[in-house]
Each structure stands twice: as C-alpha cells, then as structure tokens.
C-alpha cells in the first residue's frame, strides 16, 4: 500500500504523483535480483489488471515475486524483499495465479486426465445449482461447467 495523501491519514505521496510513483515501482520491483544477481522474473500488476471490480481498499500494486516461487516479506527493515520462506521457515506451498479444482461428481462422467482452460471460481455455484437440479439465475456470473461431463451425473 502506497501512503497517498487525502487517502491515508498521513499520507504523503500527492494525487497527481500516484501512477508515477506506481510505475517507478513497478521498474524497481521487476528488476530486483536473487542472492546471485540474477533477476527473478518478478511480475508486477495494477489490482485493476487482474480484477473486475475491488470492493474496500485494494492495494496499490501486486506482486509475483519470480513466478510466485518466492513470497514477500511480511516484515519491513530487515533487509530483505523476498525469500523462499515464510515467518515459520521454508514452505513448499504458496498461493498460485492460477488456482486448482478438482472435482467428481457421484455417477457423473468427467473424462480424467484433462486440462479444462479458463474456469473461473464463479463457475462453482452455477454448477453445482445445476447439478442439483435447480434453476441457475440469469443474473448469476459463471457458467455451469455440466458440459464438461461424458455422462450427465445421477441426481
């Protein structure tokens, strides 16, 4: 979070400075190293490139340090930016960008081994709606995801 004035109670970046500031953050961050000099690969988002809509305050930038392979630091001044640990010592899992589902519906065929490209979390509640034979909303965001069976599951 960027500490910009007329936002924050202290703010002291101005209105007029603030996509400066968030671009010469973004030329920062996307260059900063490992240990060994070697850039990461360190991807740097507005929060309005990777959402729709943001409800309360959205932070002012997100980062993917090195492919999410790395975390930011949770703490300021000491030192460090990233690293391959959390507060409690190395940790294999972290968020991913894309997410994972899986799912097996009783007696519905889904033909295994297979990659279905773009689902999205509000494909969940129009599915299962549609699974237990209820009427999916007009309004609702999603698609139900019942074309993606072999077999239509038993209800």
């Known amino acids: ?17 603030y996509e400066k500031v968030r ?3 973004i030329a920062g961050l996307t260059t ?7 850039e990461i690969g ?11 809509e943001v409800r309360g305050v959205a932070p002012d930038l997100i980062v993917y340090f090195g492919g999410l392979y790395w ?5 300021v001044g000491g030192g460090k930016i990233h690293t391959f640990e959390n507060d409690t010592g190395p940790d294999g899992a972290n968020h991913a960008e894309n997410g994972i589902f899986l799912f097996r519906p009783a007696g519905g065929g889904i033909s295994g081994g297979r990659r279905i490209e773009g ?18 909303p007009q309004d609702m965001e999603g698609t139900a995801l019942t074309s993606s069976f072999t077999t239509p599951p038993k209800r």
């Not at 900063?32 to 070697?38: S, T, V």
């Not at 360190?42 to 959402?51: A, G, K, S």
């Not at 689902?119 to 999916?136: K, S």
């Open 1 to 17: 979070f960027l500490n910009v004035a007329g936002r924050e109670p202290e703010g002291t970046i101005a209105p007029s400075d």
């Open 23 to 25: 671009d010469e953050l």
């Open 32 to 38: 900063i190293p490992d240990e060994k000099g070697k």
């Open 42 to 52: 360190t991807r740097v988002f507005r929060p309005q490139e990777l959402y729709k």
């Open 71 to 75: 975390r930011s630091v949770g703490t």
């Open 119 to 136: 689902l999205r979390i509000t494909d969940i509640a129009p599915t299962i709606l549609q699974l237990f034979g209820l009427p999916v």
